[in-house]
């Protein structure tokens, strides 16, 4: 089922006008009311801030949906009914009317179908740790491997295991980019003390890797890796411990984990990471608006 465009995303679309797909998860799973709602619409400003017009994409009553008028967002953000939706997740969502807050691994194939290369959101699902007992390993890393969408993002989050989570990426041949770095940013830190497997200085850098990606028919989406501002960078690996180790001991997992995480994270540190999480999503969307503008331009030539 092709996504339904908002009047803006379709005009934007047929003008071949730089389009940034943003994910829902962040409003329905990622973040607390009010916040939820007022970062959506603070990302959304940004990316027209920067040139390109913003198509958060959700499922909306079974419809899925690129580009959200007003009402649709505060639904996702205030609705305790709605539900979170991977890729695997999209057709019984369709079948059942729900709404849906959409994963990275949804998001991509959404936006892949509406046509919508360059995608913002704040990080992406990885090889959780434990993994090689647990098997939970994040769809995004699959969805990377096998749709062309280019997701810019913060690196991983740092409850996840950086070091595995690169290595499933490679197997799945899919390029991993930093912007303005060697490192491979870790979400809420700059750094994770890994090395990315190419560094690239300027949108317009991005913008043409993409696009040579892309002619050669490889298959997969791109990973773009945007460090955190530095203002707003936290070391947070204590606090991380400890919420891992209490979601170990209720039994928390799947997609339970990532949401419960970021809540008990936003609690010990006394709203200090939603707080670097809102900077982080707006940087990645600033930088995915600048790489959709270079792409447009670079398409167009």
Same mark, same amino acid.
């Given at each position: ?8 995303v379709?005009?934007?679309?047929a ?8 994910e ?27 040139g ?19 009402a ?5 953000g205030r ?15 369709f ?7 959409t ?10 179908l ?5 995608f913002?959101?704040g ?7 434990g ?5 939970d390993?994040?769809?995004?890393l ?31 041949r ?5 912007y303005?770095?060697?490192d491979?940013?870790?979400?809420y830190?700059r750094?994770s003390?890994l ?6 200085d300027?949108?317009?850098?991005i913008a043409e ?7 050669l ?5 791109? /990973?773009? $890796? @945007? ?8 070391? *947070?690996? %204590?606090? +991380?411990? &400890? !919420?891992? =180790?209490?979601a170990a ?9 990532t949401?419960f ?12 990471? /939603?707080? $670097? @999480?809102?900077?982080?999503v707006?940087?990645?969307?600033? *930088?995915? %608006?600048? +790489?959709a &503008? !270079?792409? =447009?331009?670079?398409t167009a030539?």
């Open positions: 089922m092709l996504p339904v465009l908002s009047d803006e379709r005009d934007a679309l003008a071949r006008r730089p389009v940034v797909a943003l829902s998860t962040i409003i329905s799973h990622g973040m607390p009311w009010p916040q939820n709602a007022e970062t959506a619409r603070l990302i959304e400003a940004e990316v027209r801030a920067h390109a017009t913003p198509a958060t994409i959700a499922v909306i009553d079974g419809i899925p949906r690129a580009g959200l008028d007003p649709m967002l505060e639904r996702l609705d305790r009914g709605v539900v979170k939706a991977s890729s695997r997740d999209l057709a019984a969502a079948t059942r009317r729900a709404t849906a807050g994963t990275v691994s949804a998001t991509m194939i959404l936006a892949e509406a046509g919508i290369p360059v913002a959101t990080g992406v699902g990885g090889v959780h740790r993994a090689e007992t647990s098997f390993i994040s769809a995004d699959v969805e990377l491997g096998r749709t062309g969408t280019a997701v810019v993002c913060a690196g991983v989050k740092s409850i996840l295991d950086i070091p595995k989570t690169l290595e499933f990426l490679e197997t799945q899919v390029p991993v980019l930093a303005g770095t060697d491979f940013p870790a979400f830190s750094t003390g090395k990315a497997d190419h560094r690239f300027t949108p317009a850098e890797v993409i696009h040579h990606h892309r002619a028919g490889a298959g997969t989406g791109l /990973l773009i $890796a @945007n460090p955190i501002p530095a203002e707003h960078a936290i070391e *947070l690996h %204590a606090e +991380i411990a &400890v !919420a891992v =180790a209490e001991a209720r039994g928390i997992g799947g997609k339970a984990l949401p995480l970021l809540a008990r994270l936003n609690e010990i540190t006394a709203g200090r990471s /939603l707080s $670097a @999480n809102i900077a982080l707006r940087n990645n969307a600033r *930088l995915a %608006a600048q +790489i &503008v !270079a792409l =447009a331009a670079l030539g």
